[in-house]
């Protein structure tokens, strides 16, 4: 395997979409949310801002163990071979403020739109150390990546 091509292709996958599926749970119950979010250049972090006063929120407060959907999807028939699926598991962390003020501003260059939102007292910048990146093409080509 070819791992700059993968790590292309994820990086790519990234940039074009600015939506994931956070997935978490709470007592054995899974639950999905839909978030904006940002990575860092080297793909060992990510980012997304949530009220603390969210499901979510309360969730990783638990259970910081996290995976993330990211998709090509256009919703044609076609996008079963055509789609490509990332998933993205790892665990929220407390970031170093190198980090932390690194992914605050690529989220911001990012999603300029949510300044406000991200500016509440009451919305958190959630980080998330990245364990692995599983990336599904051509309907069931799997590879994946290890974090270090």
């Known amino acids: 395997m070819d791992t700059e091509v ?3 292709e994820i990086v790519t996958l990234c940039e074009e979409q ?3 599926v956070l ?3 709470y007592n054995g119950q899974p639950f999905g949310n839909l978030v904006v979010f940002a990575m860092s250049d080297d793909l060992r972090y990510l980012c997304f801002a949530t009220s603390r006063a969210t499901r979510k929120y309360r969730n990783l407060a638990a259970d910081p163990r996290l995976a993330l959907l990211i998709d ?3 919703h044609y028939p076609q996008d079963l071979q055509a ?3 990332l998933t993205i598991t790892g665990r929220m962390v407390e970031a170093e403020e190198a980090v932390r003020s690194m992914l605050r ?3 911001l ?3 300029p739109h949510l300044r406000d939102f991200l500016d509440t007292p009451e919305v958190a910048l959630l980080m998330v150390a990245v364990a692995q990146y599983d990336l599904v093409t051509e309907f069931q080509r799997v590879r994946t990546l290890h974090m270090p």
């Open 18 to 20: 600015h939506l994931a």
């Open 83 to 85: 789609a490509s699926a």
């Open 23 to 25: 997935c978490t749970q």
């Open 105 to 107: 501003s690529r989220y």
């Open 72 to 74: 090509s999807r256009q």
């Open 6 to 8: 993968l790590v292309q």
């Open 109 to 111: 260059v990012r999603h």
